[in-house]
Structures are given as structure tokens and as C-alpha cells.
């Protein structure tokens, strides 16, 4: 079978397609012809180097596909061969087969193409999480969403409605020229980040603040977070896009004196240590996608061969949206 392989940190340069054996399950697993996978910001923070991501090369990126089920491991019930699934595997879903644990390996809704249903496993299901488990989002909530240009912030736009929120949604973008893109995908207000963006979300506001940030940016905004929070607001935190130094938490005194929460969020970990409410949010994302207009604007590349070409962009900031790639089928 055919894989995508990155051999050393770098670029597009270390990225290559590579013939290989296809692997089989073992107990509670499940092989997965790939017909589409999508690709995620984590691989490019692999790809750069990024600290807690990987230190073992050859590095097999891609963690979220849609296929159908090629070969059952020992013991899993539920599943037959021939289904269409889309899946969480761990990595190494870049290729035209992948083994997934059965628990994160979630049936497709009759109608919804896998091209969509690939990016539900980690974009998706984040993003409901996001705004579920650990924003816990509450009909009036204001919201504010750093990057929301990408996959991520796309989805959101979309989810909040679908999942009760009426409140005023913004976002903000790296560069000023993606700010009419996110209104396009559904913000009420679009800020680049920079010097006035404090300024433009209390005027937005109304001068109240914001009652739930969802903020990739490690900790280089949790000061400004801090400064257009809402007195009981939620702040979470859910990835390091720049890969810099990490700073100080907020004071005691910050979080009792807003009564805010500060609440970190990692799909690596559901998958981890939760997986049932992780395939559960799959399974959501699924069915929003299926039955409730849930469309996100899709990149599909045509194979494998694009993908390393796309990961630069993502890399540098120049994609926007969700990019999903047709691997078999
Ligand atoms: N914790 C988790 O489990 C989890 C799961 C999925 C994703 N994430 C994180 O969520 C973020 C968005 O993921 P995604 O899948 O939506 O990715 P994506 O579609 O590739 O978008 C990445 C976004 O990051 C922004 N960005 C900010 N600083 C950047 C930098 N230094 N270099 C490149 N891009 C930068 C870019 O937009 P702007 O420049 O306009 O902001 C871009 O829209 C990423 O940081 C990712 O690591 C976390």
C-alpha cells in the first residue's frame, strides 16, 4: 500500500510516499481502507519539531479518515467488513490502509459522503468538544475564537447555532485580509489580531466582554483572553499554533477576583483516556453533518501527492479552511 511518510523535521522537502505492507489488527482494532483522510495543524507541529509531538522519524502523519472496513481484530463486535466507517487512529492515516481502535471507529450516516465524514474524527469532534465538554456553552454565551479562518474555526462558526447558541460569535485572524472570509463562514465580527483587537471586542460587546474564548494560540493572547472575559467567563486553552515558549498561567487573584475558568482541552487525551465520549462527539458530528446542514467549505486534494504541499501551507499560515485529501477507493 501506498503511505505518506515524513522522514526528518523540516518541510515538504523531508515529506514522501512510500510503499508498504498493509498492517493488520490485533485484538480491538480494525484495518481501514482509506477512501479520504483529513489533514491537521498537529502534523505540521510534528513535521516542525514542536516539543511533546514526536521524537521518532520516520514520522506517519494522519489522524483522522473516512473508508470502510477492511479486516475486524479479535474480540470487536459491531463492525463488519464493507462498512463505512470514519475513524481516530492514532497516526499513520495517510495511507491507503490504517488501523484504528474499534471504540474510535464510528458508522458513516447512509448519504454523507466520506469526503465530508473525514474531517468529523479530530476537526469535528474537537470542535464539538470544544463547545460542549469544555466550554460548555450556554444559549447566550458571547463567543470569541482566535483563528477562525481554519478548520476549527470554520466548524465553529457552523456549530454554535446548531448546537443552541444564539449569543454574538467573533473571531480573529492572523491576517487582516482573512477577517471577510470568517464573516463569510459565519462570525458576526471579524478582527485581525493585533494592537486595537481589545478595543474592537468590547466595542463589539457592547463593553461587556465575552463570555467563552476558544484560544489555539498557547499563551501568547491569554493575557488579552484575561482583559475581554466576562466576569464568570471560560477561557480554553487547546494548542500552541506558533510552537513558542510557554508563559505563566493566570493569578489566583485573575481567576477569583473574575471568577473565570482557565481549561485546557487535548483530543489526543479523549482518545486516551475517554474515548467513548470522544467516538460519541464522532458520532454527533456525524449526524450534524448528515441530518442538520452541517457543511464545512472542503480542500479536497486529489491524492497523497498534494498533501505535503498543502501541510506547507498550513504550516505558513496561508490555508484556510478544512483541507481533506481521496486516498483509495
Ligand atoms: N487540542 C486539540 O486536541 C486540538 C485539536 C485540533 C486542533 N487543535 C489546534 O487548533 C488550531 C487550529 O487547528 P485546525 O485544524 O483548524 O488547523 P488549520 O485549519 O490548519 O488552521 C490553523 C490556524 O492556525 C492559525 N495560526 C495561528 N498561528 C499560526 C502559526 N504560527 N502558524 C500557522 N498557523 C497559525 C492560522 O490562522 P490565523 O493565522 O488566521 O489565526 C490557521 O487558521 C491549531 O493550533 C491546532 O493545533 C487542537
Known amino acids: 500500500m501506498r503511505a505518506l511518510v515524513m522522514t526528518a523535521p523540516g518541510g515538504a522537502e523531508n515529506s514522501e510516499i512510500r510503499e508498504t505492507a498493509a498492517p493488520h489488527p490485533g485484538p480491538g482494532q480494525v484495518a481501514i481502507d482509506v477512501a479520504w483522510a483529513g489533514l491537521n495543524f498537529v502534523d505540521v507541529m510534528a513535521r516542525r519539531g514542536d516539543g511533546g509531538y514526536t521524537s521518532a522519524w520516520p514520522y506517519l502523519p ?40 474499534a471504540v474510535l471507529t464510528v458508522p458513516v450516516p447512509d448519504g454523507l459522503a466520506l469526503s465530508a465524514a473525514a474531517a468529523a474524527p479530530l ?51 492572523g491576517r487582516p485580509e482573512k477577517a471577510p472570509a470568517a464573516v463569510d463562514l459565519g462570525y458576526h465580527h471579524a478582527f485581525a489580531r493585533d494592537e486595537q483587537l481589545a478595543d474592537a471586542v468590547r466595542t463589539a460587546t457592547s463593553g461587556r466582554g465575552v463570555d467563552l474564548v476558544l484560544d489555539p494560540l498557547g499563551t501568547t493572547t491569554l493575557e488579552l483572553d484575561l482583559t475581554v472575559t466576562a466576569p464568570g467567563g471560560r477561557i480554553v486553552l ?42 460519541r462527539a464522532i458520532r454527533t458530528t456525524l449526524g450534524l453533518q448528515a441530518h442538520r446542514g ?31 485529501v481521496r486516498v483509495g477507493g
Open 238 to 279: 487547546f494548542g500552541n499554533a506558533g510552537g513558542g515558549e510557554v508563559g505563566t498561567m493566570p493569578t489566583l487573584g485573575q481567576l477569583m477576583g473574575g471568577n473565570l475558568s482557565v481549561t485546557g482541552f487535548s483530543h489526543r487525551a479523549y482518545a486516551a483516556t475517554a474515548p467513548e465520549r470522544l467516538a
Open 62 to 101: 494522519g489522524k483522522e479518515v473516512a473508508g470502510t472496513v477492511r479486516e475486524l481484530g479479535e474480540g470487536v463486535t459491531g463492525l463488519a467488513v464493507g462498512d463505512r466507517v470514519a475513524a481516530a487512529p492514532v497516526g499513520a492515516g495517510l495511507a491507503e490502509v490504517v488501523l484504528a481502535d
Open 294 to 324: 452541517l457543511t464545512l467549505p472542503l480542500t479536497e486534494l486529489p491524492g497523497l501527492e498534494a498533501v505535503p504541499a498543502a501541510h506547507d501551507a498550513i504550516e505558513q499560515g496561508r490555508a484556510t479552511g478544512k483541507y481533506v
Open 123 to 173: 476537526g469535528l469532534a474537537t470542535a464539538v468538544l470544544l463547545l460542549t465538554d469544555a466550554g460548555r456553552l450556554t444559549a447566550g454565551d458571547t463567543v470569541l475564537v482566535h483563528s477562525a479562518g481554519g478548520g476549527i474555526g470554520s466548524a465553529i462558526a457552523q456549530l454554535v447555532p446548531l448546537l443552541g447558541g444564539e449569543g454574538t460569535l467573533i473571531g480573529t485572524v
